[in-house]
């Protein structure tokens, strides 16, 4: 699976394009961001994202969750959205 990071300063419509490339070559992606503005920017993305694969017929199936990370060496909560084709 396609494991995306996502800051605040990430450009949604470059991690759209880099989803939408995931989701049709590995049928699921998972996008990973700590912190609110890098998770506005995760969702925007993914919003993005679904524009532009549904007019090919592919609808998307989001699920969110809450992952462990580490970062220099301290323990930080991100947010994961597991994507996928529907």
Known sequence: MEM???????EPKSV?????AAIKEKSMAEIQAVG????????KAIAITR???APNGIDLI??????EVNIEGEER????FIVEPR
């Open 4 to 10: 995306l990071k996502v800051s605040a300063q990430s």
């Open 16 to 20: 759209a394009g880099a989803l939408a």
């Open 36 to 43: 609110a503005g890098a998770v506005n920017q995760a969702v």
């Open 51 to 53: 524009g532009f694969v």
């Open 62 to 67: 989001v699920v969110p969750a809450f992952s």
């Open 77 to 80: 909560t991100a947010i994961k």
